[in-house]
């Protein structure tokens, strides 16, 4: 079964500073990764998908992800943190759900706090 | 265009009292499911629809009903409300070929059970 595993439940940055969050998956095929954002009182949006057709994604609002197989590892970073990058991060896998469906497995979550 | 539309936002359940989330989309999305969220957990699936008559159950199913009779909405039922099922609900939808390419959602409802 796909999974995903996210590395810290909360990270502080500095505003200005490097965002590092973590995710690893764990499957059988080769998967098809997401990152979504969840800000104070909202759903979840995508932030960036990882499908196959390039190791490094870029999203929206400057963030960007790298597939590496070899670490088993789908990181979502951004080089500058803003005030307004302050949320909750999830990482995704998509699983098979039934008979050619499928459904988004979701990491526990990253609450991201940037510190002015 | 709104959307994926939940309601109500917020509820106050006593326990064994039973109470509909409403999903509406207008999207035309086949793909419809409901997640809840607790804090630290991330989210599971409770159900899921590929599309209008057709649903089947996710991760965490026991206690919940859906129906699907139109593509548009995907109402979630709960039966007799216990102190387990106190979260916060979201409604997604997708579109494409086998679904879960990209999920659109709702605002979600926050619910408590007392």
């Known amino acids: 079964a796909q999974s995903v595993t996210q590395l810290g439940s909360h990270v502080s940055v500095s505003e200005g500073a490097l965002v590092l969050l973590r995710c690893n998956y764990s499957?059988?095929?080769?998967?098809?990764l997401f990152w979504y954002v969840q800000y104070p009182n909202q759903g979840l949006q995508l932030l960036l998908k990882?499908?196959?057709?390039?190791?490094l994604v870029k999203g929206i609002n400057g963030f960007e992800a790298e597939f590496k197989k070899s670490e088993t590892s789908f990181h979502l970073t951004k080089p500058s943190a803003h005030m307004s990058d302050a949320a909750e991060y999830f990482c995704a896998v998509k699983a098979q759900a039934g008979a050619g469906s499928y459904q988004l497995t979701f990491g526990k979550g990253t609450k991201l706090s940037v510190i002015p | 265009n709104a959307g994926v539309t939940q309601t109500p936002k917020f509820r106050i359940l006593k326990i064994g009292q039973s109470m509909t989330l409403q999903c509406t989309q207008d999207m035309n999305h086949n793909y419809m499911y409901w997640y809840r969220q607790d804090p630290g957990m991330g989210l599971k699936l409770i159900y899921y629809s590929v599309g209008a008559g057709i649903t089947d159950k996710g991760e965490v199913p026991n206690g919940y009903n859906v129906s699907r009779s139109t593509t548009e909405d995907f109402p979630l039922r709960l039966e007799l409300a216990a102190p387990s099922q106190t979260s916060v609900y979201f409604c997604a939808t997708s579109g494409g070929t086998g679904g879960a390419e990209k999920l659109f959602f709702g605002s979600g409802t926050q619910l408590s059970v007392l």
């Open positions: 499957s059988s095929v080769p998967p098809y």
């Open positions: 990882y499908t196959s057709a390039a190791t």
